[in-house]
């Protein structure tokens, strides 16, 4: 058996090119997965003070495989390539704001960039980031529900609930998994894997969602109607619809339409991204 999986081996395909301990790059195929790309980077933090990379080239075109190590390898040995370990917080969450985050509704925005904030006051700005730990993931849990770390700002100085929590935690692992898929222009990613992927993250377990009773709406429309009647046609819609009073703010005339009594909601506005009609 380990004759035949040893044999299986040696008939697999694989092309290498550069100098040992240098820029010594490998191709190679791994059976239905593709053509992967091999090498090792330098890493401070790593055994030996080097690291191996290995990576998905997406294809299984052979001579388009040697083509990408042999311009990897040479850029290895200009000195081009940037090593991951280089990576820190600061620089992940100026690119993410610069590429990403301007692609999310004003209000995802402004709460990307309070959160970032918040990041670099917590782990540090010069802080590597695939040096993260369950270690510092742990220590930002505990300090953000106790409100000992919180955005800028005099009202958010408070403890918090787990869906808080959650929802900075998902904004961190989101920009990590970005910069595993985002190229950094010479052929790897800015981060060869996300240091926190698979942490429990936390989560509410009964979240309160509070009901009315028709005589208290009733009261709502009253008090909204003297305030303002277009306060009054919000609550109306968020009643009528259960949509939110963000996706309602949002709405233009052209989503309207009164011949056939119906109003598009624009996926850009809603919080799942679902463009939907709903019946007026």
């Given at each position: 058996?380990?004759?035949?999986?040893?044999?299986?081996?040696?008939?697999?395909?694989?092309?290498a090119?550069?100098?040992?301990?240098?820029?010594?790059?490998?191709?190679?195929?791994?059976?239905?997965?593709?053509?992967?790309?091999?090498?090792?980077?330098?890493?401070?933090?790593?055994?030996?003070?080097?690291?191996?990379?290995?990576?998905?080239?997406?294809?299984?075109?052979?001579?388009?495989?040697?083509?990408?190590?042999d311009?990897?390898?040479?850029?290895?040995?200009?000195?081009?390539?940037r090593?991951?370990a280089?990576?820190?917080?600061?620089?992940?969450?100026?690119?993410?704001?610069?590429?990403?985050?301007?692609?999310?509704?004003?209000?995802?925005?402004?709460?990307?960039?309070?959160?970032?904030?918040?990041?670099?006051?917590?782990f540090?700005?010069?802080?590597?980031?695939?040096?993260?730990?369950?270690?510092?993931?742990?220590?930002?849990?505990?300090?953000?529900?106790?409100?000992?770390?919180?955005?800028?700002?005099?009202?958010?100085?408070?403890?918090?609930?787990?869906?808080?929590?959650?929802?900075?935690?998902?904004?961190?692992?989101?920009?990590?998994?970005?910069?595993?898929?985002?190229?950094?222009?010479?052929?790897?990613?800015?981060?060869?894997?996300?240091?926190?992927k698979?942490?429990?993250?936390?989560?509410?377990?009964?979240?309160?969602?509070?009901?009315v009773t028709?005589?208290?709406?009733?009261?709502?429309?009253?008090?909204?109607?003297?305030?303002?009647?277009?306060?009054?046609?919000?609550?109306?819609?968020?009643?009528?619809?259960?949509?939110?009073?963000?996706?309602?703010?949002?709405?233009r005339?052209?989503?309207?339409?009164?011949?056939?009594?119906?109003?598009v909601?624009?996926?850009?506005n809603?919080?799942i991204?679902?463009?939907?009609?709903?019946?007026?």
């Open positions: 058996m380990a004759s035949a999986r040893k044999q299986k081996r040696s008939r697999a395909w694989s092309y090119t550069g100098e040992r301990g240098r820029n010594r790059i490998r191709v190679y195929e791994w059976g239905s997965k593709g053509i992967y790309l091999d090498f090792f980077e330098l890493a401070p933090e790593a055994p030996g003070g080097r690291r191996r990379v290995r990576m998905a080239l997406g294809h299984a075109d052979r001579e388009q495989a040697k083509a990408k190590a311009e990897v390898a040479l850029a290895f040995r200009r000195g081009e390539l090593s991951s280089s990576l820190t917080l600061a620089m992940l969450f100026d690119m993410y704001a610069r590429e990403v985050t301007p692609s999310k509704c004003a209000a995802q925005q402004a709460h990307d960039r309070r959160c970032f904030e918040m990041f670099l006051r917590f540090g700005s010069n802080r590597k980031a695939c040096t993260l730990s369950r270690i510092e993931w742990d220590r930002f849990v505990g300090a953000r529900r106790a409100g000992a770390i919180a955005p800028k700002g005099p009202r958010h100085r408070q403890r918090v609930r787990d869906r808080t929590v959650q929802q900075n935690l998902r904004l961190l692992l989101a920009t990590l998994n970005w910069a595993t898929l985002a190229g950094d222009g010479s052929g790897q990613p800015f981060l060869e894997r996300n240091p926190l698979g942490l429990p993250v936390p989560k509410e377990e009964s979240p309160k969602r509070p009901v028709e005589e208290q709406y009733q009261k709502l429309r009253e008090a909204a109607r003297a305030i303002s009647p277009r306060l009054e046609c919000l609550l109306s819609l968020a009643h009528e619809t259960g949509h939110r009073a963000a996706s309602i703010r949002q709405l005339w052209s989503d309207l339409d009164l011949e056939r009594k119906s109003v909601w624009r996926g850009e809603d919080k991204r679902f463009e939907h009609t709903t019946p007026l």
